[in-house]
């Protein structure tokens, strides 16, 4: 059985546990989840026993076929027509769909179009997406390499790097390293946040010139559509005692959730690890989103590492931990790494050294 195979087989069983006889799958995340197919416009018809139909248009005939190991129906038309002549093909009537991923359109022209007899059921939301929670050998093999090329890019971009510099320069510097090293593309809009613009947790890259002081550096990459994610930090000129102490506090809070990783441990417990230690050194209130994010085929997945979700940690998920403190007028600090839950804890991906870097 091929990878696609098992994943198919076992995201069919949700479909026959959720009463439904088919699910049509409308992510493309998913899609290629499921199929393997990387193309930007497809549907997947996944049946109850594991059989499954790709639904695709006539630019993606040749790929298709090279990716792809279900049964393939290029359309003609418009996907709606293909998928409704294959339901009353095989006469099913309950197909799921995925809530999160189609618009009141599409769905509208979907009913128009199906048989009288079968009816669109709410799946419920993140069927598949909880299957992609925990990452097979071959995933974690592609995360790997993403992080991989992700450090050497930022390795390669602070060579390069010199004192007056803009944010987008250097940005744009990180990003072209990135792809030579092979990454698709970059995960995310990187971000390169110098001094008091390190406070925007999620700043875009501007025109200012990067002097001395502090510099946060958030990038991911691609790589054969996994991601990774990283930040760090690093200090043009000397660093002074306020962000040294600072500095020292995340590391301190960042490692403590890392410490706190480890299967059947709530995401919301890693979570309260990095606040306990940031409260400690009085920065928790500065401390203002979560600690962190599942990743894979997309760059924010399930599990949220966030204070509510009671979602248990398993041998398999890649999440991020990436505590943070912003004060306006000062700047910021984050540091995040991309670890993997392993069976006795886990095992931090990223290999970017973590001490207090002054260039
Ligand atoms: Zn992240
Ligand atoms: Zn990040």
Known sequence: MTTEQSRRKRASKLVAE??????????????????????????VLLYRNGNAVLFTDPRYTVQSKQQVNCH????????????????????????????????????????????????????????????????????????????DINSRALEAALKRFKTGMTETALAAEIDYQSRKLGADGPAFDTIVAAGVRAALPHAHPGAAKIGPGMLLIDMGAFKDGYASDMTRMVH?????SHYKRAYAAVLESQLA?????????????????????????????????????????????????????????????????????YIEGWGGIRIEDTVLVTKTGCEILTPTRKDLVEL
Request: cysteine-free; aromatic content about 2%; hydrophobic content about 40%.
């Open 18 to 43: 959720n009463k439904l006889e088919a699910l049509l799958v409308t992510s493309l995340h998913n899609v290629r989840y499921l199929t393997g197919f990387t193309g930007s416009s497809a549907n």
């Open 72 to 147: 393939i129906k290029i359309a003609k038309g418009p996907l709606t027509r293909a998928i409704a002549a294959e339901i009353s093909r095989v006469q099913v009537a309950k197909i799921g769909f995925e809530p999160e991923h189609i618009n009141v359109a599409r769905l509208e022209g979907l009913k128009k179009a199906l048989p009288s007899k079968a009816r669109l059921i709410s799946a419920p939301e993140g069927l598949i997406a909880k299957q992609r929670m925990v990452k097979d050998e071959g995933e974690i093999a592609l995360i790997r390499a993403a992080v």
């Open 236 to 240: 043009v000129g000397p660093a002074d």
């Open 257 to 325: 959730g890392i410490a706190a990783v480890r299967p059947g441990a709530t995401a919301a417990s890693v979570d309260r690890a990095v606040r306990r230690t940031l409260k400690k050194h009085g920065l928790d209130r500065e401390f203002i989103h979560s600690t962190g994010h599942g990743l894979g085929l997309e760059i924010h997945e399930g599990p949220r590492v966030g204070k509510s979700d009671k979602s248990k940690l398993e041998p398999g998920m890649t999440i991020t931990i990436e505590p943070g403190i």
